[in-house]
């Protein structure tokens, strides 16, 4: 437990703002405020901007910005110089401010290395030199998603030469020293690398090596230039002499793989001495192809290797698993070729790594884990096969071994809770579990594992119920797993109870499991720990303070915010008014002690002072049955207390003490130019009308000289959505450098080009419109011959970022030749010139099918149909993810096992050694091997010498990813029996042996069934009919997410709340217990209960002699998802009364006759999206060839989703049409009565005419 010493700030007394580096920001604000009178710049602009800046800093590590003395700058030297600027190196002798969490305070890194970069010949030099800083950041650490972001500049300060007058602005070192260019990489992480100088240091060593062959030169060549970062390989012609200690490893009819050691070594970027060296003696593999035509055939098999070793994508993608290559050798005796890579093989069993980049095994991982450390067995031949079963689920070096734990194993045992049928207990796992050692490979052991014991009371005779909690638990390590992970089972000594081991996600205070176990937050205790340290106290009014203890108690996360009664006189300084929205006025305000927030840290409570928050008024609210209906009102708009960034934020209730009138607290949220509106985006405080406005305003600051283009531009400007949209602009000609042409016809050229100063984009961190100038910052160029093309082609482009179409920037025109053009984003085929098919990932289908027709002479199956029909097929490819037909040899199969077997056919499992080939958008973009190790299915054709029966069967099949037909790889031969193979995706059942019913998901739908009857079924109801009808709706599901109705014992629900009355039926709220069943994607694939599921309960009165009438109206409600139909989860029946219930699916908002949400300002589009639910549900229900009879807002259902919000800002929301009891069947309905609510009922109804479909569109 921390002492208040370590969390308060030593001069103020409040909590750190951050508490781990000991720095508190309202200190620190107050420092720099009082330095503001030491300093001056002789201009007030450049000191207004500098003291703006120095108080935008959020973080202990964001830079101070500086006015600095010229005179502090020592041993200038310069780098590089241009016709408006200078960039010189320098050391500064006091150095910038930075805080110091020992003696917490700010302190001077004295002779720091900077960049001094001079501004001259500028029309307007200070407005330049501010925009220029204004595009750089001042933090010295940023935030990023890959390990190649953080390409900004730091900014330290302003100085001015006092010779010739001209302002400097002062960076951190980050230009190279050599060629004068920004360091293309990640100066956070002071690698100090540019790829400009890399790339001309291999250029001018082409010359000093050669293979003896151009094609491999050339290829080598090509690769070393393909290099991005400093960890990519620099793949090389390797001598063969440089290898020793080769030994043998595998071999295949064209290959063989041996071990060797690289005396020289790769070479290796070194981040210190900021050069690469070699690493002598790497462990490497060589692979040798020999029987190869010609070196077309050997470049082609190893194109697909990798020259990136880090990358985020790599680490994130527990699959991949590609080889590195770092150069081409070539045997002198034998002349064949090999390829050098990364050492991906297991030394134990010579079979490729699981996961090479962390050299781990599976199979050897088992295999050592029994040898050496295995406990034994339980003598329980259920549990011994449920462990068993367990290890071979482990798919990642990090996944959990499950084992039997002798109970001796436990220490120092505590009693946590105890119940009924189980009791938990804390304890010490002596030898600890077994965990991957990624530094040398071996299995050990983690000693002294704090762990939980689940006692299962009266376990002694082992049932499925034990098994199937077991299987509840989870062998993943997720940070985002929150389901416990489990270790194995035990068996007490004593009384014979099994017992499973877990890890101890129980909080050490209450005793329950963590709301969230990744980061031990206990809701429960969070709010105990409110109101014992932090409340304010209640209102004294009964309506607010049950409100807000309704709103404490939805808090779900540990950043949610907790809902408070905050006194108005205390704690709110400086209010002022900002705007209305109808009467109701809002106001700014600071709240002094601010709101509550968990410190990472230390998981504790701790306010966040001096706190910008927003008042709602709401006016005429003193009185109880006013402000009730005021309450009402606002939380039907729905602002929420989950921190999204999209929505306002409720911090708490006040009262004015002078009028009485209630205050509602929000974040501060709401534009200050427009005041009476919200950011359209409140993290970034963007509002799309300010934006709109200021374009509007600045459409007379340009023209293009060309009415219709100038139209489209303020059209296209006028289109924007989002912060992150692009704002199309007309872009002078002279922005462009290194224009380079691609490729020509007769109606267009396009050209690659550098825009100097980039685009126009939001600046979430100035919070304003700011030119994105790039490190590199290319774009396309598409010259048109003739305006009318132009015009034609400009329609078809969007501004919108993350959508499939070319992203257009701009329009331009040559100054020379007076041809316009189209600015567009580095989406062309470097190749070819046209636009990529698949735009966000560079894939382009003309090159694709090129290099396929280019590939054709370089394999054969030595059967001119095969060949054709695979090259066929080859050539249909449309999108970067259709699978590339192949004729695969089959030394290429491992692990071949019989599925099944008829007269005409045999299935088998098997591994494919190289795996498919992928379109590689990350790396290269080209066709690679990635994922080797792939299981397929090989489906062996009897008598297949007969080519048409092949060439049929191979149609049948598909190349894109199809949930119900299976995908084909390629073509392969048994040598023996010279039968024809179909080598398909892995798409048989492992227990039946039949096709999945859905192949992509590998669902069974008969293998569900009976694991439902045999594991999972409440049982029967004892009523045919019903029986009958259960089991009727259980054999319609056609896909895994559709619901399994059951027969559900009434004793399966709490919480039993009357929520609806009508004239037949009573509606209640319910918790079903064990909840319905839904497959587990994320673990094992297998049937799951989702516990303490909220359910609806439909009493039929009086339904004790169940009839058709129940029965129909039971089958008219949905079992699947994606109907907007609701659903149906089963049937019980109340054992007091015999009447029989409907489960179905709880809308959390009532019909939309409450309307309550409709308050909310959704967009247009969302309005269509909830129009589009309804017409989906009755389109259903008409194409079932019935009428609903009473379609009304009534019998319309709103449920929201609190974690998932749409661009309005409101939750994301599904639509279900409800109430099917007089739903018929078309031709099959009354005439003579009238169905429904008489203001939705269709006027020929009222007629006397028939009910038909047109009179539920009514």
């Known amino acids: 437990m921390s002492s208040r010493n370590d969390i308060e700030c030593k001069n103020c007394n409040d909590f750190y703002t951050d508490i781990k580096h000991k720095w508190c920001k309202p200190c620190q604000i107050n420092k720099v405020i009082k330095s503001v009178t030491n300093w001056t710049s002789g201009n007030e602009k450049i000191e207004h901007f500098i003291q703006e800046a120095q108080l935008m800093f959020e973080g202990y590590y964001d830079a101070i910005v500086e006015w600095i003395p010229y005179n502090q700058f020592n041993d200038i030297k310069e780098i590089n110089k241009s016709k408006f600027s200078a960039v010189y190196s320098a050391i500064w002798k006091d150095g910038p401010l930075q805080h110091d969490e020992h003696y917490e305070e700010l302190r001077r890194v004295s002779n720091k290395e900077v960049i001094l970069k001079y501004f001259y010949n500028l029309q307007n030099i200070v407005n330049d030199l501010l925009y220029e800083a204004k595009l750089y950041s001042i933090e010295r650490i940023i935030p990023n998603y890959t390990k190649r972001d953080g390409d900004y500049l730091k900014i330290y300060g302003i100085s001015q030469n006092p010779d010739t007058k001209y302002y400097i602005l002062v960076f951190n070192d980050s230009y190279c020293l050599k060629c004068g260019e920004i360091y293309t990489e990640d100066r956070k992480l002071n690698n100090k690398w540019c790829k400009p100088c890399q790339m001309n240091n291999l250029k001018n060593r082409f010359e000093d090596w050669t293979s003896g062959n151009e094609k491999i030169n050339k290829f080598i060549q090509k690769l070393q230039l393909k290099i991005n970062h400093h960890s990519d390989i620099i793949i090389e012609w390797i001598p063969y002499y440089q290898f020793s200690d080769i030994k043998k490893i595998s071999k295949s009819d064209l290959t063989e793989v041996y071990s060797a050691k690289w005396k020289d070594g790769p070479f290796q970027y070194d981040k210190n001495l900021g050069e690469y060296l070699r690493l002598p003696y790497k462990e490497i593999a060589l692979k040798y192809f020999y029987n190869l035509q010609n070196i077309n055939d050997f470049l082609f098999e190893i194109k697909s290797y990798s020259i990136e070793i880090d990358s985020y994508f790599i680490e994130m993608d527990k699959n991949y698993n590609s080889f590195n290559i770092y150069g081409i050798s070539q045997n002198p005796n034998t002349k064949d070729y090999i390829v050098v890579l990364n050492n991906g093989y297991c030394e134990n069993c010579s079979k490729v790594y699981t996961n090479i980049k962390e050299k781990w095994c599976k199979t050897c991982q088992l295999n050592n884990s029994e040898k050496k450390f295995s406990f034994g067995i339980s003598e329980n031949e259920n549990i011994d096969n449920f462990i068993q079963e367990m290890q071979l689920k482990i798919s990642c070096s990090s996944d959990i071994i499950v084992e039997w734990i002798p109970y001796n194993q436990f220490g120092i045992i505590k009693e946590i809770s105890k119940g009924d049928s189980t009791a938990v207990y804390s304890a010490i796992w002596k030898d600890g579990p077994l965990q991957h050692d990624k530094h040398n490979g071996e299995l050990r052991r983690m000693p002294n594992k704090e762990v939980a014991l689940k006692y299962l009371c009266n376990s002694q005779d082992l049932n499925n119920e034990f098994i199937n909690v077991v299987k509840s638990y989870s062998i993943e390590v997720d940070p985002y797993n929150y389901i416990l992970n489990i270790h194995g089972i035990s068996q007490n000594l004593n009384t014979k109870d099994y017992v ?134 606002e939380f039907g708009q729905q602002h929420f207390i989950r921190r999204t960034g999209l929505i306002l934020n409720l911090f708490g209730l006040t009262q004015n003490s002078n009028t009485n009138n209630y205050i509602l607290v929000f974040n501060n949220n709401y534009c200050e130019n427009c005041n009476n509106k919200s950011y359209t985006h409140i993290n970034y405080k963007w509002c799309k ?83 994105y100038s790039l490190v590199d910052n290319k774009v396309f160029l598409k010259y048109f011959y003739s305006l009318q093309n132009i015009t034609n082609e400009i329609e078809s482009y969007s501004n919108n970022t993350f959508n499939g179409n070319q992203k257009i920037y701009g329009v331009s025109q040559n100054s020379n030749t007076k041809d316009y053009l189209i600015i567009f984003q580095d989406y062309c085929c470097k190749n070819c010139g046209e636009i990529n098919v698949v735009g966000n990932f560079g894939w382009c289908k003309p090159c694709q099918i090129n290099n396929l027709k280019q590939n054709f002479e370089n394999w054969t199956s030595k059967n001119k149909e095969i060949d054709e029909l695979i090259q066929k097929m080859q050539l249909k490819i449309g999108k970067d993810d259709d699978i590339i037909i192949e004729w695969i040899s089959y030394n290429q199969f491992i692990n071949i096992k019989e599925i099944s077997k008829d007269d005409f056919a045999m299935i088998y499992s098997a ?307 409800s109430d099917m009891g007089l739903c018929g069947e078309v031709g099959n309905v009354d005439e003579t009565k009238i169905y429904g609510v008489m203001p939705y009922v269709a006027p020929e109804v009222l007629k006397s005419k028939p009910y038909t479909q047109a009179a539920d569109i009514y």
């Open 500 to 633: 499973i081991v877990l890890d101890n996600g129980y909080c050490e205070n209450c005793s329950e499991v963590y709301t969230n176990i990744k980061e031990k937050w206990c809701k429960t205790c969070q709010l105990n720990s409110f109101e014992k340290k932090f409340s304010y106290g209640i209102s004294e009014n009964e309506i607010i303070d049950n409100f807000i203890q309704e709103m404490q108690l939805k808090i779900s996360h540990p950043s949610d915010i907790i809902v408070e009664w905050i006194p108005y006189n205390q704690q709110f300084d400086c209010i002022e008014e900002i705007g209305k929205i109808g009467s109701t006025i809002l106001y700014s305000a600071i709240w002094k002690d601010g709101p509550l927030q968990i410190d990472e840290h230390y998981g504790i409570l701790k306010r966040i002072s001096d706190k910008k928050v927003t008042l709602k008024y709401l006016h005429n609210s003193y009185n109880s049955s006013n402000i009730a209906n005021k309450l009402l009102n």
């Open 689 to 771: 009308q300010c934006q709109l406005n200021n374009l509007k305003k600045s459409f007379v600051n340009w023209a293009s000289g060309n009415e219709k283009i100038d139209n489209f531009i303020q059209e296209m400007q006028l289109k924007i959505n989002d912060d992150y949209d692009i704002i199309v602009e007309w872009i002078p000609y002279n922005q462009f450098s290194d224009i380079k042409e691609i490729s020509k016809n007769d109606s267009f050229a396009v050209y690659s080009a550098v825009w100097k100063s980039g685009p126009l984009r939001y600046d979430t961190f100035y919070n304003k419109l700011q030119r």
């Open 911 to 1217: 591994i494919w050694m190289e795996g498919p080939l992928q379109y590689d958008w990350y790396n290269g973009r080209e066709q690679k091997r990635m994922f080797t190790n792939k299981k397929v299915a090989l489906k062996y054709l009897c008598n297949s010498q007969d080519i048409n029966e092949i060439l049929n069967e191979i149609r049948e099949h598909s190349i894109s990813n199809d949930d119900e037909i299976l995908n084909i790889y390629g073509i392969s031969q048994y040598p023996s029996t010279k039968n024809y193979i179909i080598v398909l995706q892995d798409g048989y059942c492992k227990d039946c042996g039949r096709i999945y019913t859905n192949v992509n998901k590998k669902w069974c739908k008969p293998c569900q069934l009976n694991n439902l009857e045999k594991n999972l079924s409440y049982g029967i109801s004892e009523n045919e009919s019903i029986d009958n009808f259960i089991q009727e709706m259980q054999l319609k599901i056609s896909c895994p997410s559709d619901i399994i109705v059951e027969w559900i014992p009434y004793n399966q629900f709490s919480n039993i709340e009357e929520i609806g009355k009508g004239g037949f039926a009573i509606v209640y709220s319910a918790i079903w217990k064990d909840g319905p069943l839904k497959i587990d994607y994320r673990y094992d694939g297998k049937l799951k209960r989702i516990p303490n599921k909220k359910v609806a309960l439909k009493c039929l009165n009086n339904s004790q002699n169940i009839n058709n009438k129940f029965l129909n109206e039971v089958k008219e409600y949905s079992i699947s998802n994606n109907d907007n139909i609701l659903n149906l989860y089963g049937i019980s029946q109340n054992p007091d009364t015999k009447d029989y219930i409907m489960i179905l699916n709880y809308a959390n908002n009532g019909n939309i006759n409450n309307y309550s949400y409709i308050n909310i300002e959704w967009y247009w589009f969302e309005r269509l999206w909830m129009l589009r639910d309804i017409i989906e549900g009755l389109k259903k229900i008409h194409g079932n060839n019935m009428i609903h009879r009473d379609f009304h807002t009534g019998n319309i259902l709103l449920s929201l989703d609190f974690n998932s919000y749409g661009k309005s800002g409101n939750p994301s929301s599904d639509l279900y049409i």
